[in-house]
């Protein structure tokens, strides 16, 4: 599909390689060591309120969808996902 990746071990990772890379499209995982997925995704988010982040996560309750998405997530994919999950949320 062509796309180029890049791997954070951690929401404060994440924020940095994000800040230095600047990616089209963010998988945000909601649980991460240091900085939450949350968290991460409001700091992503003041800088740059363009950017497509996606939280990624096992939770399958609403209120962990409505969480992500009033911290600035534009979607919502439960794991375990299929890669047609994440292409739809591309559109």
């Known amino acids: 599909w062509g796309f180029q990746v890049q791997e ?6 994440a924020v ?6 600047t990616p089209e499209l ?7 060591p240091r ?4 968290d991460a995704t409001r700091e992503l988010k003041r ?4 950017l497509k ?4 996560t096992a939770n399958a309750f609403e209120e962990d969808r409505a969480a992500a ?8 994919v439960r794991k375990p996902f299929l890669a047609a999950d994440i292409l ?4």
């Open 8 to 13: 954070a071990i951690d929401g404060r990772d």
């Open 16 to 21: 940095e390689k994000a800040s230095a890379w």
């Open 26 to 32: 963010v998988l945000m995982d909601l649980r991460m």
């Open 35 to 38: 900085l939450g997925g949350l």
């Open 47 to 50: 800088d740059r309120p363009e």
């Open 53 to 56: 982040v996606v939280a990624v």
């Open 69 to 76: 998405l009033a911290a600035g997530c534009d979607d919502f």
């Open 88 to 91: 739809k949320c591309l559109n």
